[in-house]
C-alpha cells in the first residue's frame, strides 16, 4: 500500500528515484529500523524511516519540479550572486541563534565528530589511525610530536576539525562540549561576518580550543588560517548546496587540499526532491535543482552521482554516499511531511603521505 502524501504538496516526499543512482545505495545502521508498514500507523511516532515511493509518487514528484523549473533573468541571478553575502548577514541579524537546533545527532551519523580514542577503529577501518601531517606525527590516542612547527591557530592540536558555513555554531559547540580530547582544536568559518559574530559572542565560545572567522567558501583561492595537509576532518552541514553550481567543485577541490592524508570529508545537504524543493513555486527557480528563497538565500538539491562526482575529483575516496528518505510527522496538525537528505564521508587517501614524502 502506498505511504501517504504531503498535505501541503500533493505529492510525496522521499527520494526512491535517487536510490536507481549508479552510486551503491547503503543501509542505514543509525536511523534505519522505524519502517512504516502500516499507513494507518503514520501518526503514531515523529518520524519513519527509508519510505519508498509508488511510481505515480515519483512521476508527481518530477511533474512538480518541471512545472517551476523556468529560470529568472541573467540579471535576477546576477544580482542573487552578487547580494549573497548581504542575504546571509541578514538572516542571522533576523534569527540569530533561535532558527537552527544543536545538531546533537552528529555524533551518531559521524562518530569522527566524538572524543579521538572512541572513533578511531571506526574511523579508519583498514586500523591507520596515524596520520602524518606537515605538523605532527599523531599517534591512536592524540599524542604529538611537532616535524614543522608553526604560527596558526592550534599548531600544536593532535586532533584538527574545520566547520564550513558553521552559523551560529549548532555544530560547533555540540562538538566543543561532548569531544573531551585535550588535543583537539575545532575551527569554523561562515559566509556571514554577522553569523561569526554570534558564535565569537557565544559563552561557550573557548579561544583556547576553537578559531571562528569568516570565509566565502566559494572563493577557492582565499587563504585559510591552516596550512594544506593539516586537518582531520572537513565539515559541511547543509552548507555546499549554497554555492552556486558553477563554483562547488572548486571549492571542494580547495577544501580538500586542507586535509591530510586519511582525513575525511563529512556531508550532510538537500537530496533531490526533498519537501523543501516541491513546495517552491513559480519564480524561484535559478537554474535546474537551484533556488532562492523568499529572504534571498539560494539552495540546490543534490543526487548522489552528483556529489560522488564532486568529491572523486577533488581526489577523495568514497567511504559511504547515502540517501536519508525520512517521513516526518506533526502529529498535532496531522501532516506528514517528506525528506530528503544525503550524506557523504570521502578520504583523501592514505596513500598521498607517501608518495609525497
Not at 151 to 170: H, K, M, Q, W
Not at 184 to 197: K, Q
Not at 254 to 263: E, N, S, T, V
Not at 317 to 327: I, S, Y
Request: charged share 25%; with cysteine.
Amino acid at each position: 500500500m502506498a505511504a501517504p502524501c504531503t498535505v501541503a504538496d500533493g505529492v510525496c516526499g522521499s527520494s526512491h528515484i535517487l536510490s536507481q543512482s549508479s552510486v551503491p545505495e547503503e543501509k542505514r545502521p543509525q536511523f534505519g529500523t522505524r519502517f512504516l508498514t502500516d499507513p494507518r500507523q503514520v501518526f503514531q511516532h515523529n518520524a519513519w524511516d527509508n519510505v519508498e515511493w509508488t511510481e505515480e509518487q515519483e512521476a508527481a514528484a518530477k511533474r512538480k519540479v518541471q512545472e517551476n523549473n523556468q529560470p529568472l533573468p541573467p540579471e535576477k541571478q546576477e544580482d542573487f550572486d552578487s547580494r549573497a553575502n548581504e542575504y546571509w548577514n541578514d538572516f542571522y541579524t533576523i534569527h540569530e541563534n533561535r532558527f537552527f537546533k544543536d545538531r546533537h545527532w552528529l555524533f551518531t551519523e559521524f562518530p569522527e565528530l566524538a572524543p579521538a580514542c572512541l572513533h578511531d577503529q571506526r574511523s579508519h577501518p583498514n586500523g591507520s589511525a596515524n596520520h602524518h601531517s606537515p605538523q605532527s606525527s599523531l599517534d591512536a590516542c592524540g599524542d604529538v610530536t611537532p616535524l614543522n612547527p608553526t604560527d596558526f591557530p592550534g599548531s600544536s592540536a593532535t586532533y584538527r576539525i574545520l566547520e564550513v558555513g558553521c552559523g551560529v555554531g549548532n555544530t560547533v559547540f555540540p562538538i566543543l562540549k561532548t569531544n573531551n580530547n585535550p588535543g583537539l582544536f575545532v575551527y569554523c568559518c561562515d559566509f556571514s561576518s554577522t553569523a561569526v559574530e554570534l558564535v565569537k559572542a557565544n559563552p561557550e565560545y573557548d579561544a583556547r580550543r576553537c578559531y571562528a572567522f569568516v570565509r566565502d567558501l566559494s572563493d577557492d583561492g582565499a587563504a585559510y588560517p591552516v596550512p594544506d595537509g593539516s586537518l582531520d576532518v572537513v565539515v559541511l552541514i547543509f552548507v555546499l548546496s549554497a554555492l552556486h553550481p558553477d563554483k562547488m567543485r572548486a571549492s571542494v577541490g580547495r577544501l580538500a587540499r586542507l586535509l591530510k592524508p586519511g582525513g575525511v570529508m563529512l556531508l550532510r545537504d538537500y537530496g533531490r526532491y526533498d519537501m523543501a524543493q516541491l513546495r517552491f513555486k513559480k519564480g524561484r527557480c535559478l537554474s535546474e535543482n537551484f533556488y532562492v528563497r523568499g529572504d534571498g538565500t539560494r539552495v540546490y538539491f543534490f543526487t548522489q552521482d552528483e556529489l560522488h562526482d564532486i568529491f572523486t575529483e577533488a581526489g577523495l575516496e568514497k567511504v559511504q554516499n547515502l540517501v536519508d528518505r525520512r517521513l516526518q510527522v506533526n502529529r498535532g496538525k496531522q501532516l506528514t511531511m517528506y525528506r530528503v537528505w544525503i550524506q557523504c564521508k570521502y578520504r583523501r587517501n592514505t596513500e598521498e603521505e607517501t608518495t609525497s614524502t
